[in-house]
Every structure is written in structure tokens, then in C-alpha cells.
């Protein structure tokens, strides 16, 4: 059974839906040498506007001297989905001085695929989105045009044949 899609919902597939280009800014910023702290904070000053209270919060919990992977941890616990392992991979890195960027291309290319899979399945359901108004509004439209002055037509001339 499918649950309702509530504002919750709708704002979380929002923040997941724009997200992979979030994680693009993170890698793009690890590339040019910013530390992942200042990676993050780089992509949070221009990151979508869905993003931008799960980077405050994000800023918030580091100015305030939490950890990095506990700040990264609860901002993807306000996101989910690849934030998640965004998070835990990035956490892990940090932790044990692994290198960071082929970890986050990784996860950009699985962002990336989803993100494809997403448009596909939407591409998919676009012609059953669209019967609707084609049934709705051009189908009453051929009707006037084409069949009632046909039928008017027939109906006049069987008026005039009869005695």
C-alpha cells in the first residue's frame, strides 16, 4: 500500500532530487585542494535553496565545536538517501586520512545514475499524465469541429428531402 505524500515527503524528494549536485560542488571543491570541512562549506554557500537548512544546520553544529563526521551525520539524517553514504564516506575519510575524492566520484556517478533512473521512470509516466487533457480537451474539440457540422450537415439535407 502506498503512503499519502504528505509536505515532509514531498520536501525530502525535493532535497534528494538536487542533491547529486551537491555532492558534484563537495568533489569539485575537494579537487581544488579545500579540506572536506571547508568543501562542505563551500558547497553549502551554493547549494539549491532545499538544501540550505541541512547545511546551516551543518555550520551550526561545527561552529559550535562538534565533530565533522557528527555535523556531516545529522545533516544527512535531515536529507537521507545519498547523504547518507555521502556522509559515512566522507566521515571515514576524514577519520582515517583515506583520499576523499575517488570515494565522492563514485558517489557522484551513483547519484548521477539515480538521478537518470528518476527521469527515465517520470519520461515513463508522461504519456498517462498527458491522456487526460488529450482526452479532456482535444477529443470535444474534434467533436465540434469535425462531427456536429457533419451530422448538421446530414440532418439539414434529410430536412430538405423530406416532402
Known sequence: ???????????????????????????VAVRSGRSPTDAVLAAADVAHPDLRPAFDAFEHRLRRGGAFADALAAFADEIGGAAVVMAEAMATADRYGLPLAPVLDRLVDEARAERRRHAAEAARRLPVALSFPLVACCLPAFVLLAVVPAVLGAVGALGESLP
Not at 503512503?3 to 558534484?24: K, S, T
Open 1 to 27: 500500500m502506498k503512503r499519502p505524500i504528505g509536505p515532509d515527503r514531498r520536501a525530502r524528494r525535493r532535497r534528494q532530487a538536487v542533491l547529486p549536485d551537491a555532492i558534484e560542488l563537495v568533489v
